[in-house]
């Protein structure tokens, strides 16, 4: 049958009766002014983090949600987009499409400010999005990318690329794995579909994300998923799966590599006023700017006592060096 019809099946019946323990996201429901959801929206949550940072969210933006779910995200986006047709919602599931719908009805007696024609639902794939070229400020998915195998979703962040606008925010929430998937799990279709197998290394994602041409990338946050034990799962060791929010950014990209931020920052502790790298990089004595990888490692590399750079924290939440 396939890996996709199997995720089809999967998520037409979690339409038809909602699946509260499909996923399992940690990052808490945001909580705005006015903003009311239904608590049907809530239990067809089926996602693993959450794409909406209102920083990436001003000015009126055009906003894409690929895999629809419950129309939660959808709800929130309209939060900040308050015009006909400013969010679009695209989903492969009629029922889906149906449930997010219905959900909308909901949404709209609880919210006085909302209009269930800010978003316009649409049936379409990932895979071939039906959106016009770079006529989107802020394209998004949760969860759902983890679910296609490495040529899909070459293929889905190439449509994203493609609907985004120049420095146009590709928002998005997946698992990432860093043990080896066993081949008996990464063939399993419902797994698959359950957003368990798929699941890549951090890094593996990130290049995957750059190799299709964006320069900037953001790890906003990365926090503990699910275990697949050997008590429950055809695998002979224990796999830890992680979730990771990332925002990539449709900048040029640099000559020397994209800029992705993991957390690090760089921290001057010599005894001038201020250190320059006469590269664009200025540290104020003992003041920490967060720095790209990439200029962790240039610091890293100058053999200097006078420059502390820390680890990795998997969040990044704005400026510092680039």
């Known amino acids: 049958?396939?890996?996709l019809e199997t995720t089809k099946n999967v998520y037409k019946e979690a339409a038809e009766k909602p699946d509260v323990?499909?996923?399992?996201?940690?990052t808490p429901i945001w909580q705005l002014p006015e903003l009311e959801i239904p608590n049907i929206m809530l239990e067809m949550n089926y996602g693993c983090g959450s794409t909406v940072n209102p920083r990436d969210l001003i000015n009126n933006p055009k906003i894409l949600?690929?895999?629809?779910?419950?129309?939660?995200?959808?709800?929130?986006?309209a939060y900040f987009s308050r015009q006909k047709n400013g969010v679009i919602g695209i989903d492969v599931v009629d029922e889906m499409l149906e449930?997010?719908?219905n959900n909308f009805k909901k949404a709209e007696e609880l919210n006085p400010w909302f209009k269930s024609d800010f978003v316009d639902l649409k049936k379409g794939d990932a895979l071939s999005l039906?959106?016009?070229d770079q006529s989107i400020d802020v394209a998004a998915q949760n969860c759902l990318f983890n679910i296609f195998t490495?040529?899909?979703?070459?293929?889905?962040?190439e449509e994203m690329y493609r609907v985004l606008k120049p420095n146009g925010r590709l928002v998005l929430s997946d698992p990432v794995c860093e043990n080896k998937m066993p081949e008996a799990l990464l063939n399993d279709d419902k797994l698959r579909a359950l957003c368990l197998s798929g699941a890549l290394p951090l890094n593996e994602y990130i290049k995957m994300i750059t190799d299709v041409g964006f320069g900037t990338i953001e790890i906003r946050a990365k926090r503990p998923y699910r275990v697949l034990s050997p008590n429950h799962y055809n695998t002979s060791e224990t796999i830890f799966i992680e979730s990771v929010e990332v925002c990539a950014i449709k900048d040029p990209m640099p000559k020397d590599g994209p800029c992705i931020f993991t957390g690090k920052t760089a921290i001057y502790i010599g005894n001038s006023v201020f250190f320059d790298d006469k590269k664009g990089h200025t540290l104020l004595q003992n003041m920490p700017l967060a720095v790209c990888d990439k200029t962790a490692t240039a610091?890293?590399?100058?053999?200097?006592?006078d420059i502390y750079i820390s680890e990795s924290t998997y969040f990044y939440d704005g400026g510092g060096c680039c």
């Open 130 to 132: 039906p959106v016009e």
């Open 65 to 77: 949600y690929v895999g629809v779910g419950g129309g939660m995200e959808l709800l929130q986006f």
């Open 150 to 157: 490495k040529d899909d979703l070459k293929l889905a962040l």
């Open 1 to 3: 049958m396939g890996y």
């Open 99 to 101: 449930a997010s719908h």
């Open 21 to 26: 323990g499909l996923c399992c996201t940690t």
């Open 299 to 305: 610091l890293q590399n100058l053999n200097t006592n």
